[in-house]
């Protein structure tokens, strides 16, 4: 077995310690807590390399190894050995349970006169380490998918208007085989992000162990070195695909090597050398991409591997890959809201039932472009088929049983009787929007929210309020706040026969005052 190679200050002090000092091997040994047969070794190098002491001051740390030791990759010595193929050792060094130790097992049954086991491993770890950085790290194969999305947008012409709007780049990188997937997306929002991991694992032909995001708030809603916390629906998607979600450490951007040089890679590409050109749409974008990755990953080879990222896919990472799940992920965003006395909660314009005992307590809605779910307490209590921003109500008949309307004390009767202790505008109008409901409870938010504007407004504004809004047809809240917010009620108008009828229900005909 070779001896071991140690720094040049120690070779210095062991030069200085038995020429200088007359020092035995074995003293030196124990002072600078080394081998003696390295002692041994050393000073026969020195030797045989014509070097005597001291040594010139134009000898530097470097020159002295190159004389004692020589290249990284050769053997110094009378005898030379068959040299192995360091690349494809490499590549099967990435392999899942592969060892230095068998591969060297492999190469001393082809070489039997090869080199030992010590100065295989030396001269492989020499040869790895002048690879590049995002090579230098060891990623199993199958393992992890870094995916990230690039700094720089790609500028997009509207060909009516002349708009510019930028694309942004989403780019997802293999760790062993660095096989890279890169699209174009209009945002950076969860929908965009997510369906483009779905596209990734297409493109990639199975899903990895790991997902690793950069600390983006559309991944992670709050980083921490220890407990990060994952954005939900991104959870559930990796749950989907039987996956994990692994974020790099916050301002640690070697976590996420491989993605930060797919990213310089596609924006080189797209932003450098098609500085030029002008994108008229996504789908011109993503053509661009798609002629740069073929490029990438299929026809040129990794330099020192000699292989492309394509033969690396399907030789480490492919057989170690996950299956893609039967049916694509559907995404499902969650929020929490509160529910209403009028035991509905609103989501995006629209307002759904659940059952009226949770009246005006807190329940999670998982929405998806077709269903809302809402959940109280981790359990299921409501699903209803997704409707538009309209304003209206979704009501299921088994939510509203007659007790509901006793509950925390709001009744159409008291209702009625404090919007009467403001005016008999207030009062009508008030008649008017629990009468136009198909169920009057889904009238109480819109009535309480108008009775309560007359603690900042005051009654008499409030009632003048509610004439005006019978006079233009207002059944809302929110026209009420409007006219008082613009002073509209403090402006003359006349009554027409509508709001006179409302008012003077047992008089017949129209009646007109100034």
Known sequence: MPAERVAMRQVREVVRLALASGISGREIARRLGIAPSTVRETLRRFRAAGLSWPLADSITEEALAHQLYGAAGSKQGHRRHAEPDWAAIHREFKRKHVTLSILWEEYIERHPDGYRY??????????????????????????????????????????????????????????????????????????????????????????????????????????????????????????????????????????????????????????????HRTFFSLAEVNAAIGAFLTRLNEERPIRRLGVTRRQLLEELDRPALKPLSAEPYALAEWRVRRVGIDYHVEVDGHYYSVPYNLARSEVEARITARTVELFAKGARVAVHARMSGNHRHTTVAEHMPSSHRRHAGWTIERIRADAAAVGPAAAALCDLILEHKPHPEQGFRACLGILRLAKPFGAARLEAAAERAIDIGARTYGSVKSILDHNLDRCPAHKPAERAAVLHPNIRGPRYYN
């Open 118 to 275: 010590s100065r295989f491993c030396d001269l492989y770890r020499g040869w790895a380490g002048r690879l590049s950085v995002t090579m230098r790290q060891s990623h199993a194969g199958g393992d992890k998918l870094f995916v990230d999305y690039a700094g720089d947008g790609v500028p997009v012409v509207d060909r009516l208007t002349g708009e510019i709007r930028s694309a942004q780049i989403f780019v997802a990188v293999m760790g062993a085989s660095s096989f890279t997937y890169a699209e174009a997306t209009w945002t950076q929002g969860l929908a965009d992000w997510i369906a483009a991991h779905a596209r990734a694992f297409a493109a990639i032909g199975g899903v990895p162990r790991l997902i690793v995001p950069d600390n983006t708030k559309v991944a992670v809603i709050k980083a921490c070195l220890y407990d990060p916390q994952i954005n939900r629906s991104y959870a559930e998607m990796a749950a989907h695909y039987d996956t994990a979600i692994l974020p790099a450490r916050p301002r640690r951007p070697r976590d996420k090597a491989k993605v930060e040089q797919g990213v310089l890679l596609v924006e080189r590409w797209l932003l450098g050398r098609l500085r």
